[in-house]
């Protein structure tokens, strides 16, 4: 059973402190989303890749946070240095999306990271 | 900018009903519209993908309409579970861009 898999589930750090999460896709999708859940703003997208190039990251803070897809099973989001703000749950999901002019298909999430900084 | 609603907030209902969950968006450009299920501590989970050309979708007692000219969508659970309390959500991915917008989603409780 084909899933969007993403470690670690649950971290509290300090505040100051690198916090990474990984993601990897369903294989063979092409597309790869990062979204933040918080109860005030619900899901907000961060960043999208398509084909490991990134093409949207503009919902994410540029001075602390970081995405990137090193290859095709594993994406990542870094927050140096992390706030108590940024606690949230990080959800990682992937799709197989066909050229701009098509509808798409189904977009896959994973169980997210919660993240808390204290 | 899209912006995606639903309504209501939340919902409680007896077991046995069937129910109607709202959503709207206000561009109908859309590509797709698709419903998800989010059970707490939870990720989520996809229920139906409606494409813009399509007028409705069904998996089970599951029925999901799209009427993208007014900018409706409405998901209908017939014969109502206890298992079917989560929180729903609609997003909606927009035309010129792969992302899905979100709405803030209705939290389902079916009271056995």
């Known amino acids: 059973d084909a899933r969007v898999t993403q470690t670690p589930r649950h971290k509290v750090t300090e505040m100051g402190q690198e916090v990474t999460m990984r993601c990897q896709p369903i294989?063979?999708?092409?597309?790869v989303f990062w979204y933040r859940q918080t109860m005030m703003q619900g899901l907000e997208l961060l960043a999208y890749?398509?084909?490991?190039?990134?093409?949207?990251d503009s919902g994410m803070p540029k001075d602390r946070f970081s995405a990137e897809m090193p290859d095709a099973t594993l994406a990542t989001l870094k927050i140096q240095p992390s706030e108590p703000r940024d606690s949230a749950v990080y959800f990682c999901?992937?799709?197989?999306?066909?050229?701009?002019?098509?509808?798409?298909?189904?977009?896959?999430f994973g169980e997210g990271s919660w993240l808390t900084v204290v | 900018k899209q912006e995606v609603t639903q309504i209501p907030a939340a919902l409680s209902v007896p077991e046995g009903e069937n129910l109607v969950l709202n959503c709207s968006f206000t561009?109908?450009?859309?590509?797709?519209l698709q419903w998800f299920r989010q059970d707490p501590g939870k990720g989520l989970t996809s229920l139906l993908l409606?494409?813009?050309?399509?007028r409705e979708q069904t998996s089970g007692r599951l029925n999901a309409s799209l009427d993208k000219s007014s900018g409706r969508s409405t998901l209908y659970i017939a014969a109502s579970q206890p298992g079917d309390s989560a929180t729903y959500l609609c997003?909606?991915?927009?035309?010129?861009?792969?992302?899905?917008?979100f709405g803030q989603g209705t939290r389902l409780t079916i009271n056995p």
């Open positions: 561009d109908s450009a859309i590509y797709n």
């Open positions: 890749f398509r084909n490991r190039a990134p093409l949207d």
């Open positions: 409606i494409q813009s050309s399509q």
């Open positions: 997003a909606v991915r927009i035309q010129g861009a792969q992302k899905l917008v």
């Open positions: 999901a992937s799709g197989l999306v066909l050229g701009s002019l098509s509808s798409g298909n189904t977009i896959y």
């Open positions: 294989l063979g999708h092409n597309t």
